[in-house]
């Protein structure tokens, strides 16, 4: 499986590179590279240990003829010290849940050593005035709130990932119009393959602007379930309210998802504070505890589709800027249901205009284990780490 995805990979970023430009364009090629070091204290469930996770990405982008090529290759070594350290949680890492196409796999595994390559983007698009088509592996964001996104079906960032720079690319079918200059209407078709049973999700979403008002909404099957979503964006004084609700049925059963928040930034002392608070109730997390080992094996869970495992969550964030190159944050992740947080101060600082430095660590907060060796809470399980990183941009 690794040898084919890597001449698949390898073959099509050949076949775009190497493609006739009728007018004489080629794609403009870039690159990413990442390095994070990150050192975790003991916790309930792994021992003491340092991880050093490297991501490098290349991408090919821009006209051929008639046809938009987009294209990203990206390998991620990661080596630990021990087999069962967890602190980085996936991040950094090409998510690549439910992949279809072949265009991925894994080079290296063993307990120390972890080398995936994937093929992140590679789609072709085709837009005219009033109406675009794209096919292939590519970026899909249906997300409204900025950290709990119960409406986004397709690859939502993890909420406590410091590292957002490029959104994982699905394969998919997309096609959009646009009716008016505020309107737009799009389907999408994406087949995806978990534990070798294939789901399909096919949405369509119809979204309008007007004033200071954005309102969407999307309805159609998601994994094989009947599904329908609403989603708002209002600006008023300043700030900006957003909201999702989604239905889900599944089996016998409906499922909510609803998530609102606001966000808004504020002058302090010349500089920008800028403030996220988001509410998420979900039917598919844990009410308690002692939900939690169900909902670790629950198929949305493994499907990627949960971001929190709590039913009640807030997520809130500060992030200031205390000079033009640098800035302090800080995430806190609270699960109402079994009252556990997580904390993730951080420092970043544009060193150059093409290297950034980063800096920060995680402190989970609440009952780590129970007597039977069980999750105890969400983030009381997650050990004390911290981190530095480079991320280089050429």
């Known amino acids: 499986m690794g040898r084919r995805a890597v001449t698949a990979g390898a073959l099509a970023l050949a076949t775009v ?3 006739p430009s009728a007018d004489a364009q080629m794609p ?3 690159g990413y590279g990442l390095n994070v070091v ?3 204290a003991d916790g309930p ?3 003491a240990g340092v991880q050093d996770l490297q991501r490098v990405r290349l991408m090919l982008s821009g006209p051929i003829g008639p046809v938009a090529l987009d294209a990203a290759y990206e390998h991620v070594l990661v080596l630990t010290s021990a087999p069962d350290l967890s602190g980085l949680a996936g991040i950094g890492q090409p998510a690549g849940s439910g992949d279809w196409l072949p265009l991925q796999g894994n080079l290296v595994e063993t307990d120390n050593v972890r080398w995936r390559h994937r093929v992140d983007r590679l789609a072709a698009a085709v837009e005219h005035d009033v109406f675009a088509a794209s096919v292939g592996r590519q970026t899909i964001s249906w997300a409204t709130t900025l950290f709990l996104t119960p409406a986004d079906p397709f690859a939502p960032f993890d909420p406590a990932d410091p590292f957002r720079e490029y959104r994982s690319g699905v394969d998919a079918l997309r096609v959009r119009g646009f009716p ?3 309107s737009e209407v799009e389907a999408v078709v994406r087949p995806a393959t978990f534990d070798s049973v294939t789901t399909m999700t096919a949405l369509a979403r119809a979204r309008v602007a007007t004033g200071r008002l954005e309102l969407s909404g999307w309805g159609g099957i998601v994994h094989d379930d009947p599904s329908l979503a609403a989603t708002s964006t209002l600006t008023f004084a300043g700030a900006v309210a957003r909201a999702e609700v989604v239905l889900r049925w599944v089996d016998t059963a409906t499922v909510a ?4 928040g606001v966000d808004r930034s504020f002058e302090l002392w010349a500089r920008t504070l800028y403030l996220v608070l988001e509410y998420q109730h979900d039917g598919f997390g844990a009410a308690d505890a002692d939900e939690l080992p169900a909902v670790l094996g629950s198929e949305a869970f493994r499907r990627g589709e949960l971001q929190v495992l709590g039913r009640n969550e807030f997520a809130v964030q500060a992030s ?3 000079h033009p190159l640098a800035g302090v944050s800080l995430v806190t992740l609270w699960n109402a249901s079994d009252r556990s947080v997580l904390l993730g101060p951080g420092v970043s600082w544009d060193a150059l205009s093409f290297l950034s430095l980063r800096a920060g660590a995680y402190f ?4 780590g284990r129970t007597a039977l060796g069980l999750p105890a809470s969400e983030y009381g399980a997650v050990p004390a780490s911290g981190y530095v990183s480079g991320s280089v941009f050429f």
Do not use: E, N
Not at 257 to 260: L, M, N
Not at 364 to 367: A, N, V
């Open 320 to 322: 200031y800027q205390v």
């Open 17 to 19: 590179a190497s493609a």
């Open 364 to 367: 989970g907060l609440g009952d």
């Open 38 to 40: 990150l050192a975790a």
């Open 180 to 182: 008016g200059p505020i």
């Open 45 to 47: 469930f792994t021992a």
């Open 28 to 30: 403009r090629l870039r």
């Open 257 to 260: 998802r609803v998530a609102v």
